[in-house]
T-cell receptor, first 115, second 116 residues
Framework: AQSVAQPEDQVNVAEGNPLTVKCTYS??????LFWYVQYPNRGLQFLLK????DNLVKGSYGFEAEFNKSQTSFHLKKPSALVSDSALYFC?????????????WGAGTKLIIKP | ETGVTQSPTHLIKTRGQQVTLRCSSQ?????VSWYQQALGQGPQFIFQ???????GRGNFPPRFSGLQFPNYSSELNVNALELDDSALYLC???????????????FGPGTRLTVL
C-alpha cells in the first residue's frame, strides 16, 4: 500500500538559516512525488514535483527537494528561510501503477520561521 | 491564485441532510479531483473525474458522488451526512494530458463543511 510519512509535526528555524522538511514514502514502483504548501484559510499551492530525471528538483519561492531512492525520501529544502515561509507543508506521492490515480498525502509539517 | 474557485466558502448542515459543493476548474483543465481534509490532517482523495467520467476513487462510500460538466465546473454531492463528514473539502484541477499521474494539480480554497 502507498503511504507518506512526514515525521515532524513542526519545524522551527531562525530566519536566514537553512531549512529542511522531511518526507519519506512507500510505493510499489517508481514514485511521482509532490510538495505543496498551505497558508491559513487558503487552498494548497504547488511547490515542486519529481517525476523522473535529476534527483534535485527546483521549485517555487526558492525551494528545492532531493529525491533519494535508496532512502525512499524526498526532503524539502531551502538555503535561507524567510518569515513568510511559515506555513503548513505537505508531501504527496502517486504510484504510476495505481489505476485510481490517487495522490496520497502526508499529515503535514508546520514550519515556523522566527525573526 | 490558481484560477480554481469553490462555493460556498462555509456551510453548516445537520446530520442526515444532503449537500452539494461546487468547483470551477481552470479553463482547459480536463481533470478534477476532490479531497476531504479533516482538521490537522492531510487531504484524503475522494475521487477524480476526467472528461465527465469518474476514473479514480478513494476509500469513500457511495454516498459521496460527483459530476463534472463540459464547462469546467464540477460538483461533489454527499448524502446522509454524518458528523465525521465535517471537514474542508478541496477540489483540484489539472490539464488531463496523456500522463495523468504526472499532472500538477491546482487547488481551490476549499469549502468548510460543518455537520451538527
Amino acid at each position: 500500500a502507498q503511504s507518506v510519512a512526514q515525521p515532524e509535526d513542526q519545524v522551527n528555524v531562525a530566519e536566514g538559516n537553512p531549512l529542511t522538511v522531511k518526507c519519506t514514502y512507500s510505493v510499489s514502483g517508481n514514485p511521482y512525488l509532490f510538495w505543496y504548501v498551505q497558508y491559513p484559510n487558503r487552498g494548497l499551492q504547488f511547490l515542486l514535483k519529481y517525476i523522473t530525471g535529476d534527483n534535485l528538483v527546483k521549485g517555487s519561492y526558492g525551494f528545492e527537494a532531493e529525491f533519494n531512492k535508496s532512502q525512499t525520501s524526498f526532503h524539502l529544502k531551502k538555503p535561507s528561510a524567510l518569515v513568510s515561509d511559515s506555513a503548513l507543508y505537505f508531501c504527496a506521492v502517486r504510484d504510476p501503477m495505481d489505476s485510481n490515480y490517487q495522490l496520497i498525502w502526508g499529515a503535514g509539517t508546520k514550519l515556523i520561521i522566527k525573526p | 491564485e490558481t484560477g480554481v474557485t469553490q462555493s460556498p466558502t462555509h456551510l453548516i448542515k445537520t446530520r442526515g441532510q444532503q449537500v452539494t459543493l461546487r468547483c470551477s476548474s481552470q479553463s482547459g483543465h480536463n481533470t478534477v479531483s476532490w479531497y476531504q481534509q479533516a482538521l490537522g490532517q492531510g487531504p484524503q482523495f475522494i475521487f477524480q473525474y476526467y472528461r465527465e467520467e469518474e476514473n479514480g476513487r478513494g476509500n469513500f462510500p457511495p454516498r459521496f458522488s460527483g459530476l463534472q460538466f463540459p464547462n469546467y465546473s464540477s460538483e461533489l454531492n454527499v448524502n446522509a451526512l454524518e458528523l465525521d463528514d465535517s471537514a474542508l473539502y478541496l477540489c483540484a484541477s489539472s490539464l488531463g494530458l496523456a500522463e495523468i499521474s504526472t499532472d500538477t494539480q491546482y487547488f481551490g480554497p476549499g469549502t468548510r463543511l460543518t455537520v451538527l
